[in-house]
């Protein structure tokens, strides 16, 4: 069974830091990238960073610098770093991959991303 497992959420105070982990076992089907995307209440889920196989990472425009996506294939796992965390980071965060070939910048988009975890809660407090 394929399966993406999400870790590291919590409650943290404006300010602080956190490591996502994602980890993956049972992918029958080879993936082309990783992301991870959020979804705060009320909101549309936003893609935040994406990694390739190559190790080419992209961040949304209006998260850079305080968000670093990586991966550990040893260890078939993918981490989202997240600094100086504000109250507007309080949300689901969801790691996907996809599976299928795509040309150009790495999608942000959801609809691009065709396995998905179930999600790990962030909750910041100022």
């Given at each position: 069974q394929e399966q993406l497992v999400e870790s590291g959420g919590g409650s943290v105070q404006s300010g602080g830091s956190l490591r996502l982990s994602c980890a993956t076992s049972g992918l029958t089907r080879s993936t082309r990238a990783m992301a991870w995307f959020r979804q705060a209440p009320g909101k549309e889920r936003e893609g935040v960073a994406a990694?390739?196989?190559?190790?080419?990472?992209?961040?949304?425009?209006?998260?850079?610098?305080r968000f670093t996506i990586s991966r550990d294939n040893a260890k078939n796992t993918l981490y989202l770093q997240?600094?100086?965390?504000?109250?507007?980071?309080?949300?689901?965060?969801?790691?996907?991959?996809?599976?299928?070939?795509?040309?150009?910048?790495?999608?942000?988009?959801?609809?691009?991303?065709?396995?998905?975890?179930q999600g790990t809660q962030v909750t910041v407090s100022s």
């Open positions: 990694v390739n196989n190559g190790g080419t990472t992209r961040v949304a425009d209006s998260l850079k610098g997240i600094n100086i965390l504000k109250p507007e980071d309080t949300a689901m965060y969801y790691c996907a991959a996809r599976t299928g070939a795509f040309s150009g910048l790495i999608p942000l988009a959801a609809h691009y991303y065709d396995i998905w975890g």
